[in-house]
């Protein structure tokens, strides 16, 4: 089934100011990260969307979702207990539905013609239970993500059966556990940080949640590790890019990927060629 | 198909296993040659790797041991230098085929099949240790490893609760503490990688974690073996070993990988090994900063402290490969690869360490058995081999994978009381000796891959004594222990390496069974061989007074032993419980500090263990054992002058590139190797003159045989190295009991002369003093050494020549590397303590040296002991002079016989050449026979021309000898010491000075050693053929007679060929 809500995370207590930069988007309107990822979720089809916000912060967000204001929900997470709980946080606004679950301080750029919310959903027309978006990493950068020991699909070049998920693995754990046959050497499955993920996940973070000790953190990853032992569970293989906006020169990366993908791509490329011809090591901002 | 192939390919076991001898046995030398062809057609073509090697083994036993005496008497061969080439740099197998094409030309022949022999040899070990490293390297999670090229591809990085500081400004710092591990058996060493990997079925070791302590030192045994790690703010890597005293700041990629610079190696090979800095970014050209900047953050880095608790080297307690274990534990926990950052490791987190262990140890250039991180797991645990199945990198390579599989045993079944009966009846030593179990390894290794039939059924024994031995211990059953273990070192272990044990061990057996009687309940042998770790089992009543008991006997018996025997350090007693947890971590703060002696290394003051400098009192005594020795200073400061200078050296060794070095006609040589014609009046003769009471024999036992303690300083004539005739025989009472029967079959007795030094004369004395000298009945003289030499710090152009222009043997790469490494070091050791400067830096004894053998006569005419044999017996005629390890030489009335015939004043014995007979030979020089030292042949080539090489024994006239000297036997009676002197240094004069690079141990702390190169200079006996006055003669003897014991590594080899034949010369006391 199709899903129609989505769940926005962007509680962090140190970060969640990221989806309220403001950026130029692919048709050069400055716009706030958190507008330009609703754009693209209500343009794929999306009906609502809920963010799972930082205590006080709900004037700040309610004034970038821009026109999109009404059709959010923002669900505010009072203690910070984990990304597992920031999910659960919205198991009201999602009821028995499927939804889709995006990080509020990554941007997604499609390198097809569907954007990747779009890509995402067709694949969730097909196919039942949690899916979640991939892309082949390399080694060094596992220490960053979620990793998925998958299979491929017979037939389907894009699509993976997952057995197990392991958050931030080593590169010997990978090795040992979760080689995808195809990929290159030393690239592993890693989240795109886009998934469609069903009602059951909500029901067993309710149960997760409940077991929680004080001071205890809930992750997402040992609840997706059960859904993968207990039910169907696919990993999809994207056409596009993630950005996380946080990291150094993530906002950078996402801009010029941005502008690049649109109209005035050429302005661009001539200005990073000026900037680089002018530039040399070690120059002074004045 | 043919019969051998059949063995090695048959699924039957009952032919699988055949011993290669048998199967030999009835073949004849045609189809014996026919079955090497076939063979030699499998081991090219065959795919599975473990039958491709049994093959080598096969091919390699049939030329060493089954083909020569089949071959045709007297064919002489030639081995290709182009083949001996291939050898050294390790291309064995084209190698090989140059062996064959010479066998085609000349037919098959003893040198050509000595050579076959090694080149199959070296292939078989060469194969198994390129599958072992492609394992290693295979294992997954040690892949990525290889693949990081570039610090930015960099996938680890350390822990938070590492990093941040604490108030106070300093970091947590990670602790890892290791027990060691005991085997109670080891199945006969299957242990070994090669043999898990073919055999998983019989690999099995019953394996304890210990903590420990020193009895008498320590209040209580703990883990003994430590390893720090914490972020400091410089961004090096900061290694340190306590024990060592050694430590290094590192800045650079290349010192990582720089193994042997300094004594850090097993700390760099943990850092590789452990992903912190990945073997695959070796050589990349990037830097190390960069590299801790990703891992650590910007403007940090890591110390790595590791200590051992004073644990003496060659424990036998696998202290080294837990150690590795452990500093790669905390390395992996510290940078996030293990789930734990503190307590015990999982199940899968042991497996790992002991995988990355392994890695370690290769990258090294060591290799340890797979049992040898058993102190990473807990407690009492059986370990097994795996067969490899489908899915493994194993699976259709080898029968067996690369890591066991580790069973620890629970309460149920070793309830707690059969380990507390254990801990109260063993008493845990260390037996001070140092010992290489390398040989050991490999004599092992290809006796299970020919399945010697003494050999295969002790290995069923062994394998049915470890269940013994688990199911005593399941019934707490110690005593019955006790006697299994006694029986493994009885029956299985020596039946498959009789050097297992030693007189050392034997003795101190004897004695706890003397002292206690039947309260002495066993022995068990730890690790590779006896004399160092090793357990006693008592009655736990008396455990307490047999601690004491066993610090005494062993005390005793080193002192009794330790001239003939290699002791790196005085013998201890430990005292160990069962470690029950494993490899453990904390993080310690505050006022948890490192170990003490971290910090006293620390000080600016403090000196590096090696490299201290010998103390007043050493210098004082070096000095005088000079005084003693009749050092001539003057001498010494012309050959110093003359080597600075290059007079003396490498290069002058050699003879000018324009000799001409032929080989020697068939009259250059009287064939002694068969009674022909003649030879009973040749007989008749030497009998007549040797019960005229003419002869003397002398045996050359002043030097230290450095390849057979690798430099140890110990006196092998007084060596016990083998068991004859019941015994364990010492070199000296092999000859003595050769003199006696001589002696007694021509009712005469017969003067034996022993040369020594100032090495060994007085250890020799006292020795034979204490065995009555072993009760021989004709004159036993000593001859002590008059002529004395200073060693040198090597210059570095005779290093540089001898490491670089010398054909030397390329070792494994890996430990080509490591070896390149430390020459390097030592080169620039030799260049800062001042080349041609006196070597004092170590104990007296090992500072000077012998002067070579060519004085040795002589000695006997400065010393007065040819007076007293002249005037114990005016009719002395003939000496008989020969190495000490020459076990064959003896008074042989025919060759005795032939020598008086010929008239000769000098009669060298020569034996027929084969590829390890190495060093000069005998040859035409410009069209004269003489005798050419290996290091003054004008090129490496021209020694594989020669067909004989020289044994040193020599048949001496002694009055055309003391001609030479210009002496008469007035004279020497008259013993004017001026006269007799100057005579000895005009016939020196006559004679080229060698320069050689010798190497020397130094040991220090607990057991720990260095070798160093040092220079010596000497004249040497077979150069006397040059002088044509000498009146030289030559004579061809069979092998068993001329053949040298000059590495224990030839024990099996020369044990199987010419004890019995030595054994048939020798009359026993």
């Known amino acids: 089934m199709i899903p129609t809500k989505a769940v926005i995370t962007a509680a962090s207590p140190t970060d969640h100011h990221l989806p309220l930069q403001t950026l130029v988007d692919s048709e050069g309107v400055p716009k706030t990260a958190l507008a330009i990822i609703l754009d693209d979720l209500f343009a794929s089809g999306i009906g609502s969307a809920a963010v799972i916000i930082h205590p006080g912060t709900r004037e700040a967000y309610l004034q970038a979702a821009g026109e999109h204001a009404d059709r959010l929900t923002l669900i505010e997470q009072s203690d910070p207990r984990g990304y597992g709980h920031a999910v659960w946080s919205a198991h009201k606004f999602t009821g028995d539905d499927s939804f889709v679950l995006l990080l509020g301080d990554h941007l997604y750029l499609s390198s097809g013609e569907s954007s990747c919310v779009r890509q995402m959903l067709e694949v969730t027309a097909t196919h039942d239970g949690c899916i979640s978006a991939v892309n082949p990493t390399h080694e060094s950068e596992l220490r960053y993500y979620g990793t998925v020991a998958a299979t491929r699909v017979p037939a389907s070049p894009s699509l993976f059966v997952v057995h197990d998920v392991v958050e931030k693995p080593t590169p010997t754990q990978a090795e040992q556990e979760l080689i995808v046959p195809g990929l290159r050497a030393g690239n592993y499955l890693c989240f795109f940080g886009m998934h469609s993920l069903t009602a059951g996940v909500m029901e067993r973070l309710e149960e997760e949640v409940s077991l929680l000790g004080r001071g205890e953190k809930l992750g997402l990853t040992p609840t997706l590790a059960f859904m993968a032992r207990s039910e169907k569970y696919l990993a999809a293989e994207l056409a596009g890019e993630r950005f996380n906006v946080g990291e150094r020169y993530g906002l950078l990366r996402a801009q010029l990927s941005l502008a690049l993908a649109g109209p005035h791509r050429d302005e661009v490329l001539t200005d990073i060629i000026e900037i680089t011809a002018h530039s040399r090591p070690g120059c002074q901002s004045s | ?1069």
């Open chain 2, 1 to 1069: 198909m043919p019969k051998l192939l059949n063995i090695i390919t048959s699924e039957d076991p009952s032919v699988r296993d055949t011993a290669l001898g048998e199967a030999c046995a009835e073949l004849s030398l045609a189809e014996l040659l026919e079955e090497c062809i076939e063979l030699d057609l499998f081991r090219r073509e065959a795919g599975n790797l473990y039958e491709r090697v049994r093959a080598l083994f096969f091919l390699s036993a049939i030329h060493r041991v089954h083909l020569p005496p089949r071959l045709p008497p007297r064919r002489m061969g030639y081995i290709p230098f182009g083949g001996q080439e291939h050898l050294l740099r390790r291309r064995f197998a084209e190698a090989i085929d140059v062996f064959h094409l010479a066998v085609a030309e000349q037919g098959a022949n003893d040198a050509l099949s000595s050579a076959l022999a090694e080149g199959y040899y070296e292939l078989a070990f060469q194969t198994l240790a390129a599958q072992v490293r492609r394992s290693v390297r295979t294992v997954r999670g040690h892949q990525w490893m290889f693949r990081m090229g570039h610090p930015a591809d960099h996938p680890l990085s350390i822990r938070d609760e590492l990093l941040g500081p604490l108030p106070d400004g300093s970091r947590r710092i990670l602790r890892e503490r290791t027990p060691v591990r005991m085997d109670l058996s080891h199945a006969g060493w299957s242990d070994i990688f090669f043999l898990g990997m073919d055999y998983p079925e019989g690999a099995r070791v019953l394996n304890v974690s210990i903590d420990l302590g020193v009895h008498g030192r320590d209040p209580e045994p703990r883990p003994p073996i430590e390893a720090h790690v914490r972020v400091i703010d410089e961004p090096v890597i900061v290694l340190t070993s306590v024990d060592l005293k050694a430590t290094a700041r590192i800045g650079t990629l290349g010192e990582i990988f720089d193994f042997a610079k300094d004594d850090l190696g097993l700390l760099k090979a943990a850092v590789i090994a452990s992903g912190v800095v990945p073997p695959g970014i070796e050589g990349s050209g990037q830097g190390l900063g960069n590299l801790l900047e990703r891992m650590v953050g910007p403007g940090r880095g890591l110390e790595v402290v590791s200590w051992v608790n004073g644990i003496p080297k060659g424990s036998r307690l696998a202290v080294s490969t837990n150690l590795l274990a452990a500093l790669i534990g905390a390395l992996m926990r510290a940078t996030g690869q293990t789930g734990s950052l503190t307590g015990p490791l999982r199940e899968n987190e042991r497996r790992l360490v002991l995988a990355r262990a392994i890695l370690g140890e290769w990258l090294g250039g060591s290799g340890g058995g797979w049992q040898d991180c058993g102190g990473v797991w807990p407690g009492i645990k059986l370990i097994t081999g795996v067969p490899a199945e489908e899915g493994d990198p194993e699976f259709n390579v080898s029968r067996g994978c690369l890591l066991p599989a580790h069973h620890v045993f629970g309460e149920d079944e070793i309830p707690e009381s059969s380990r507390q009966a254990l801990e109260n009846s063993l008493v845990l030593v260390h037996g001070g000796m140092a010992q290489d179990v390398g040989p050991i390894l490999e004599m092992v290794t290809e006796k299970y891959l020919l399945r010697s039939p003494v050999a295969w059924a002790a290995r069923q024994e062994a394998l049915a004594l470890l269940e013994e031995l688990v199911n005593s211990l399941q019934k707490g059953d110690i005593e019955a222990l006790g006697r299994a273990a006694t029986r493994n070192f009885r029956g299985p272990i020596q039946s498959i390496i009789p050097w297992a044990t030693n007189l050392f061990t034997e003795t101190l057996i004897a004695r706890a069974e003397q002292e206690f009687g039947e309260d002495f309940w066993g022995f068990w042998m730890l690790g590779g061989m006896s004399g160092g770790g090793m357990g006693f089992i008592f009655a736990p009543e008396r455990k307490t007074e047999a601690q004491e008991a066993m610090a005494r006997i062993m005390e005793e018996t080193k002192d009794q032993l330790q001239a003939a025997l290699p002791f790196g350090m005085n013998p201890v007693v430990y005292e160990f419980s069962i470690n029950h947890t494993g490899t453990c971590a904390d993080l310690l703060e505050g006022g948890m500090q490192l170990p003490e002696s971290y910090h006293r290394l620390q000080e600016p003051a403090s000196e590096g263990g090696q490299g201290a400098d010998r103390g007043e009192a050493e210098s004082g005594a070096l000095r005088r054992l000079m005084e003693e020795s009749g050092f001539d200073h003057n001498v010494h400061e012309g050959i110093r002058a003359s080597v600075r200078a290059g007079r003396i050296g490498m290069l002058s060794n050699r003879l000018p590139p324009t000799t001409r070095i032929e080989d020697v006609g068939a009259d250059d040589v009287v064939d002694c190797s068969v009674v022909a014609q003649g030879g009973e009046e040749a007989r008749r003769r030497g009998a007549e003159a040797l019960a005229g009471g003419e002869v003397a024999v002398v045996t050359l036992a002043a030097g230290a045989g450095s390849r057979w303690t690798g430099g140890a300083g110990t006196c092998k004539a007084l060596n016990p190295f083998a068991p004859l005739g019941g015994s364990y025989r010492t070199f000296l009472e092999v000859h003595l009991a050769k003199s006696r029967k001589t002696a007694r079959e021509h009712g005469v007795p017969l003067p034996h002369i022993f040369t020594t030094s100032y090495l060994t004369h007085d250890p020799t004395s006292r020795f034979l003093e204490s065995a009555s000298n072993y009760h021989y009945d004709g004159p036993l003289f000593l001859s002590p050494g008059r002529t004395v030499g200073l060693r040198m710090v090597p210059t570095e152009r005779d290093l540089r020549f001898a490491w670089e222009e010398t054909p030397q043997q390329q070792l494994d790469a890996q430990q080509q590397k490591i070896r390149d490494s430390a020459r390097a070091a030592l080169i620039d050791w030799a260049r800062n303590c001042g080349e041609a400067s006196d070597y004092t830096g170590n104990l007296p004894e090992q500072c000077l040296h012998p002067m070579g053998h060519f004085y040795e006569i002589p000695n006997l005419v400065l010393n007065g002991t040819l007076r007293l044999l002249l005037e114990e017996r005016p009719q002395l005629k003939t000496l008989l002079l020969h190495n000490v390890d020459t076990l064959g030489a003896s008074v042989d009335p025919v060759i005795l016989g032939r020598h008086l015939e010929r008239g000769h004043g000098l009669t060298f014995e020569v034996i027929t050449r084969r590829l390890a007979d190495r060093g000069g030979g005998l040859a035409r020089v410009d069209g004269t026979p003489r005798l050419v030292e290996g290091l003054a042949m004008p090129d490496a080539e021209s020694e594989f021309g020669l067909s004989y090489y020289n044994s040193m024994t020599t048949w001496i006239d002694l009055d055309q000898y003391l001609a030479l000297l210009g002496l008469t036997r007035e004279e020497v009676l008259a013993s004017d010491q001026d006269r007799l002197a100057r005579a000895v240094r005009d016939l020196a004069e006559c004679v080229p000075t060698y320069l050689t690079i010798k190497e020397v141990k130094k040991r220090w702390g607990h057991g720990q050693e260095a070798v160093y190169p040092v220079a010596q200079v000497e004249n040497l006996w077979g150069d006397l053929t040059i002088l044509p006055e000498a009146n030289c003669g030559f004579f061809l003897v069979e092998r068993q007679r001329g053949q040298q014991l000059k590495d224990p590594a030839q024990l099996d080899e020369w044990f199987a060929e010419s004890s019995q034949y030595v054994q048939s010369l020798c009359e026993w006391e």
